[in-house]
C-alpha cells in the first residue's frame, strides 16, 4: 500500500508540492515545529535511511535542501534532520528529511 507521502505525490491526498526533481520532492510538514518546515521526500518508497541501497539518495535530498534554501531564500540559515527508527520517532516509514528555519534553532529537533 502506498505511503501518506505517496499519496500527496500522486494527488490522491492533499498537499502542495512546492519543490520537485526526478527524485525527490518537497511539501509543507502537517504539524511545523518552526516558522519554515518542509519535508523533503524520495519519489522511490524507501522505508529510512537503515534501508538505502543507492548512497545517491542520500545526496538528492541534500541538493535538494539546497535548492529549496536558495529557492526560499532562507539567508539567516537552515536545519536538515532525518529521524531513523523508533528511538528518533521516525512516525512515516517512507525516507524524508525535515528542513527547518524561519528562526534561531537552538538544539531542538524536528
Ligand atoms: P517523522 O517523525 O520524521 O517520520 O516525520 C513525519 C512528519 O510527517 C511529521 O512531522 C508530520 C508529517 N506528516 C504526517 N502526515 C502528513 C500529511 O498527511 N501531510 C503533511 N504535509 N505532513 C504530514
Known amino acids: 500500500m502506498a505511503t ?24 509543507r510538514d502537517l504539524d511545523p515545529k518552526a516558522p519554515v518546515h518542509i519535508l523533503i521526500i524520495t ?11 543507492v548512497a545517491g539518495d542520500h545526496m538528492h535530498i541534500v541538493n535538494a535542501a539546497r535548492a529549496i534554501g536558495e529557492q526560499l531564500g532562507l539567508v539567516g540559515g537552515y536545519r536538515l534532520v532525518i529521524n531513523q527508527g523508533a528511538d ?7 525516507l524524508h528529511a525535515h528542513l527547518l528555519a524561519g528562526r534561531p534553532l537552538t538544539g531542538d529537533f524536528a
Open 4 to 27: 501518506i507521502f505517496t499519496k500527496i505525490l500522486r494527488g490522491e491526498i492533499p498537499g502542495e508540492i512546492l519543490y520537485q526533481d526526478d527524485h525527490v520532492f518537497a511539501i
Open 43 to 53: 519519489k522511490s518508497e524507501i522505508p529510512g535511511m537503515a534501508t538505502v541501497e
Open 88 to 94: 528518533a520517532g521516525q512516525s512515516v516509514p517512507h
